[in-house]
């Protein structure tokens, strides 16, 4: 026995190549299962991203809109910062913001969101935590060769190696061990990270959930977090604001510390094609999921 398809609306939209499935959920009915949001994921049975951003009205401090992110595994994570750039693109898309500032809940907390003149949008990401200190204390590992790394909270776990090359971490097709395993009940994201220049960085990154990705923006944060304390730079005790650029294999984020210890990124958000999707968990019987019409908008909506 099977009901008749249930068709809901979706987006696809990347920020930096980190890209993402929106399902527009004002009124909170879609409560994705993991099974359906790894196959939304999927890049051959799925639409495909590294995770889906569920819009959903729901009240979390001053935000009207809560970012319900999952990995592409179906995994819930705290925080998504490539997420929040392309959840923020879509409510000003939809005409559900009209103002220059927005703030959106996350279960990390409220993030406030900036639309910038040039198209790019900026995200208040908080104070990182650094709970082991500022030195490397732990290690990450890909077959032979380990690295020290420092652990770096930023609403999500991190672990940020500095490495001679980014071609040193291999192909990265699984997840680097760390060590102590204690240090993340939860798993974490791993980035392996190396200078450009001054105040210049690039990395590759492993995510919790999602694996080799083109872009973190968490992790862009707390790469810039990790490389001001190697280079001797801790804005809060400065008194004096340090930027970074961030180069990631999708593109390029600008990352500043201020002197009152908040983080902040800038990068880019696209929104670039909708469609429906017809979920099959309504159907006991049938088919998990299938497509019932995508229409691409190639050009790049970003306003
Ligand atoms: N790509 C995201 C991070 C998404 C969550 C992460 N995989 C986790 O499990 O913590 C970003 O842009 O920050």
Known sequence: MSSAPHAVPFLKGHGTENDFVIIPDPDDRLPLSPAAVARLCDRRAGIGGDGV???????????????????????VAEMCGNGVRVFARYLRRAGLVTADEVPVGTRAGVRRV?????????VDMGAAGLPDGAEPSVTVTVGERTWPARHVDM???HAVAFVDRLSDAGPLREAPEVR?????????????????GPRHVALRVHERGSGETRSCGTGACAVMVAA?????????????????TVD????RLLVTEAADGTVAMT?????????????????????????????????????
């Open 155 to 157: 609403g999500n776990p």
């Open 228 to 244: 001001a304390r190697r280079d001797g730079l801790d804005p809060a005790a400065d008194g004096r604001a340090a930027t970074y």
């Open 53 to 75: 951003l569920r819009v959903v009205r729901r009240a979390v401090g001053e935000a009207e809109w809560f970012m319900d992110y999952r990995n592409a595994d179906g995994s």
């Open 267 to 303: 990068g880019p958000a696209v929104v670039l094609a909708e469609g429906t999707v017809d979920l099959g968990w309504l159907e006991p019987d049938g088919d998990p999921m299938r497509f019932s019409h995508v229409s691409e908008n190639i050009s790049h909506s970003n306003g």
């Open 248 to 251: 990631v294999p999708g593109g």
């Open 114 to 122: 900036r639309y910038e003149a040039d198209g790019s949008i900026t």
């Open 180 to 196: 102590p395993a204690e240090t993340y009940p939860r798993g974490t994201n791993v980035e392996f990270v190396v200078d450009r």
